[in-house]
């Protein structure tokens, strides 16, 4: 273990037992160079709750090229709710177009989601991370197997710059869905359209589908393959460390 992974692993024992609030805090406080990743309902409780401490924090998404036109609308409504600039980051053009060429459009129901996620995803975000010191996220560990034991604060392995560490911050990650969507309500704050309408985690179009009464919200997500699989590679790490 490097000192670093120590003090990691030694602030997450600290902040487990913390509300969200106190955690969005001392990322804020520990780190100018930092940002909310936002795409769904928690990421606007995040900075619903970040914005308290430091209004102008930088939040950024990333634009698939394949989401919903309702989710396109909601990423405007959050920016105008809030005042705010959001970091729309899009996927190599073309990386997009080779894959398309060679294998189509819906590849992954054929292969698996791994490699569209790749070039539409992860390559974008790693650009993106490798300008940040530290990141804040909307997980939770009631979203899927591969969550189940994520820590509040964790050193950021998979997307840290050669030589240089990223801190990744879930200050949700202990919260339930009924408690965001509390939080939501009670604040007023937007949230995506398609949340109406049985979608509960809201990916891309293709690969995103409402999920019927009792069943898991992770369900709709990739539903052609294993439960413990279902990672786009975000947050890659959840498998990696099992």
Not at 77 to 83: A, C, I, L, Q, S
Not at 133 to 150: L, Y
Request: charged letters at 30%; proline letters at 5%.
């Amino acid at each position: 273990m490097t000192e670093n992974l120590i003090n990691t692993v030694d602030l997450d024992a600290q902040f487990q037992l913390e509300n969200p609030q106190k955690i969005i805090k001392y990322a804020i406080k520990q780190f100018d160079n930092i940002a909310i990743s936002f795409s769904g309902a928690e990421d606007v409780v995040l900075i619903e709750m970040a914005r308290n401490y430091r209004p102008d924090i930088p939040v950024f998404c990333l634009d698939t090229g394949r989401l919903h036109a309702e989710t396109y609308r909601f990423i405007e409504k959050v920016r105008k709710h809030f005042g705010i600039k959001i970091d729309v980051i899009s996927p190599d053009g073309e990386a997009v177009r080779k894959l398309v060429v060679e294998k189509g459009l819906f590849s992954f129901y054929e292969d698996d989601h791994k490699e569209c996620c790749g070039i539409r995803k992860i390559e974008p975000l790693r650009k993106k991370l490798l300008s940040l010191d530290a990141w804040i996220t909307g997980q939770r560990k009631d979203q899927s197997p591969t969550r189940a034991e994520i820590p509040v604060i964790q050193d950021d392995k998979v997307f840290a710059r050669p030589g240089a560490t990223l801190t990744k911050f879930n200050p949700l990650a202990n919260w339930s869905s009924k408690e965001v969507w509390d939080y939501i309500r009670l604040c007023e704050v937007p949230f995506n359209d398609l949340h109406e309408r049985g979608f509960i985690s809201i990916g891309c179009e293709p690969c995103t589908r409402p999920v019927a009464p009792g069943q898991h919200e992770r369900e709709g997500r990739w539903w052609w393959e294993e439960a413990t699989k279902k990672e786009c590679g975000l947050h890659a790490g959840n498998i990696d460390s099992k």
